[in-house]
């Protein structure tokens, strides 16, 4: 059975911007602006560029069942939190798997993901886990026409080409090769990995603000 968290190495680096996309949150006064930021690396940064709240690391694997279970249930308090400036979110897809057919399925979907702007990425993420191959191990999906048909459902209408040529594979893998993980999802809170807690959303919005929220 697939482990829930797992130990993980990761160097702490500083996130170079390429493009972003605001989020307005008209409930709160914000000090900045909450953006979804792509980075070099492939990873996806939400966040109050002019906030200090706390980072929260999110390694996942597209075709992995207990990612999506993590997503269903605390993805909107997540979001939701970047958005307040709580927490600043790093979304890391990988490709954990070595054995087939997950391990294609993950690096069609992670390498499709790369290909969708910022505009849209978190849209196709919910499209991704909502069309995850199953049962898990033994079903192939993620097909190139599948994952273009989810990016135009999540409003990318011009990346067609780019998800079914697979342009971004071979980065995607090179970097995943640079995590030292043994399973996903992997959760960590300023460089604390976070346990059963991760998968409560009431549990994991408290660790992150300390019951009391953050000054941002």
Partial sequence: MM???VAVV???????????VT?????????????LMRQPDGSMVLADKGGQAPVLELYEDF??????????????????????GKVKVVFHPVTI?????????????????????????????????A?????????????????????????????????TSQSYAEAHLAESAKVSLEGTPT?????????DEAFDPAALEEAITGGGGVTV
């Fill in 3 to 5: 482990k829930r968290v």
């Fill in 10 to 20: 990761v160097a702490c680096a500083a996130l170079a911007v390429l493009t972003v």
């Fill in 23 to 35: 989020f307005a949150d008209p409930g709160r006064p914000s000090q900045g602006e909450v953006r």
């Fill in 63 to 84: 075709d992995c069942p207990v990612c999506k279970d993590l997503h269903e249930r605390v993805d909107a308090t997540i979001e939701r939190l970047a958005r307040e």
């Fill in 97 to 129: 798997f070595r054995d087939e057919p997950m391990r294609s399925n993950s690096v069609r979907a992670a390498a499709a993901a790369r290909c969708v702007p910022e505009a849209n990425w978190l849209a196709f993420r919910n499209e991704l886990y």
């Fill in 131 to 163: 069309i995850q191959p199953a049962p898990h191990g033994l079903a192939s999906g993620f097909t190139v026409a599948e994952l273009a048909a989810a990016a135009r459902k999540a409003g990318a209408a011009a990346v067609d080409e780019c998800v």
């Fill in 187 to 195: 959760v960590v809170l300023d460089g604390r990995l976070l346990g």
